[in-house]
T-cell receptor
Framework: QQQVKQSPQSLIVQKGGISIINCAYENTAFDYFPWYQQFPGKGPALLIAIRPDVSEKKEGRFTISFNKSAKQFSLHIMDSQPGDSATYFCAALQGGKLIFGQGTTLQVKP | EPEVTQTPSHQVTQMGQEVILRCVPISNHLYFYWYRQILGQKVEFLVSFYNNEISEKSEIFDDQFSVERPDGSNFTLKIRSTKLEDSAMYFC?????????????FGSGTRLTVV
């Protein structure tokens, strides 16, 4: 019940395309859903986050869509750029503890 | 922008040896965490620390692990007798306070290699 399931494991997108990463959770006690971006050798960096009372949040090219009834949320990266190539983790927060998904390695081809 | 600083960036140790991983959280933060990431896997919660005591720990955080805030700035993770399977990236994180998400920031990690 503590798990967050993330898919796909890897994703290849052409420059300018849309990257979509999906996550699902079981525990309804989660109260905050962040997405982290991680470059090799670096720690996770917060990209964008959403609360469960909001269905969508957009920041620049990054959008989170949240479906509370389905217990699913997704990250959309519009106009994907080679600099977006990284590993992306969804996560869910409960009482200060983050539960991470398995990660998606995104490669944006020029 | 304030950072969480971790040292060393890479440590190699012999199996059975003790290691101490060090972290300097952001100065006004109150909650401190250690997470672990085995190569190619997801980031896993190890322990949370608040008000000079452990507030929660995972089943990974067994008796060989301990945490300490020895002074007003440092936060350390000690592994008493390292095993090969302890090889991983260890990330320190800190946050300011409520709401729970506020200021949640990760360091760049310490890569621990046990040989």
């Amino acid at each position: 019940q503590q798990q967050v399931k993330q898919s796909p494991q890897s994703l290849i997108v052409q420059k300018g395309g849309i990257s979509i990463i999906n996550c699902a959770y079981e525990n309804t006690a989660f109260d905050y859903f962040p997405w982290y971006q991680q470059f090799p050798g670096k720690g996770p960096a917060l990209l964008i986050a959403i609360r469960p009372d909001v269905s969508e949040k957009k920041e620049g090219r990054f959008t989170i869509s949240f479906n509370k009834s389905a217990k699913q949320f997704s990250l959309h990266i519009m106009d994907s750029q080679p600099g977006d190539s990284a590993t992306y983790f969804c996560a869910a927060l409960q009482g200060g503890k983050l539960i991470f998904g398995q990660g998606t390695t995104l490669q944006v081809k020029p | 922008e304030p950072e969480v600083t971790q040292t060393p960036s890479h440590q190699v140790t012999q199996m059975g040896q003790e290691v101490i991983l060090r972290c300097v959280p952001i100065s006004n933060h109150l909650y401190f965490y250690w997470y672990r990431q085995i190569l190619g896997q997801k980031v896993e919660f190890l322990v949370s620390f608040y008000n000079n005591e452990i507030s929660e720990k995972s089943e990974i955080f067994d008796d060989q692990f301990s945490v300490e805030r020895p002074d007003g700035s440092n936060f350390t993770l000690k592994i008493r007798s390292t095993k090969l399977e302890d090889s991983a990236m260890y990330f320190c994180a800190s946050r300011a306070g409520e709401p729970p998400s506020y200021g949640y920031t990760f360091g760049s990690g310490t890569r621990l290699t046990v040989v």
